[in-house]
């Protein structure tokens, strides 16, 4: 009985022992897991057939530009000889005293803005006019009074958005603005640039 009774005590002892020790580990190995800082976790998403917007640089390419639905077009082309050119960017025929010829937007627009630069000067006094017509060949509808300059000027001419009596700044679907030149010697051979915007109705 006695011999029972120590087998007893010392198992009990070794259980203790045990349980004591399982309680330990799990309470050490809780207060690791409750201090241990979580990974983070890496979400991956595959963006299928998304278009991103963002712009390298300050320049667009695009010849439109649309804020909350208010369109405008812009256009440059560089000016020619009109005795020798024979077209413009827009592939139509050009006629013999126009320097500049832009298409107008494909809807119905208002010029807002219509300027021409010239670097090279006439030989001879010269003068010019904005206009706008259903070809580049003609001046159908005048766009302010026009502009005179002296040979070898050079000339730095904005079209009148605010049109006189008679005069419109509203350009039917794919009309064409003009600029012409009078008075030119046959020598001239014009530099520069003619610019248009249009905003779109």
């Excluded at 050490?28 to 963006?47: D, F, G, H, M, Y």
């Excluded at 126009?98 to 001879?124: E, F, H, Q, R, V």
Aim: with cysteine; glycine share 8%; aromatic share 8%.
């Amino acid at each position: 009985m006695v011999v029972l009774l120590d087998n007893f005590n010392e198992m009990n002892t070794k259980t203790k022992f045990l349980v004591s020790g399982f309680v330990a580990l799990s309470l050490v190995l809780s207060i690791v897991a409750l201090n241990r800082t979580p990974e983070p976790q890496i979400v991956i998403k595959e963006i299928v057939d998304s278009e991103l917007g963002a712009l390298s640089g300050p320049n667009i390419q695009s010849p439109y530009l649309c804020v909350n639905g208010v369109c405008r077009y812009f256009a440059r082309v560089a000016v020619a000889n009109p005795l020798t050119m024979k077209e413009d960017q827009t592939g139509s025929g050009i006629g013999t005293s126009t320097i500049c010829s832009i298409k107008s937007p494909i809807a119905t627009s208002t010029l807002i803005t219509g300027s021409l630069a010239l670097t090279t000067g006439a030989t001879t006094t010269s003068h010019i006019d904005f206009a706008q017509a259903a070809n580049p060949y003609a001046s159908t509808t005048q766009i302010g009074t026009g502009s005179s300059f002296v040979a070898n000027d050079e000339v730095n001419l904005i079209a009148s958005t605010s049109p006189a009596t008679g005069e419109t700044t509203i350009f039917p679907p794919e009309q064409y603005f003009n600029i012409k030149v009078s008075g030119i010697g046959n020598s001239y051979s014009p530099v520069g640039f003619c610019n248009a915007t249009w905003e779109v109705q």
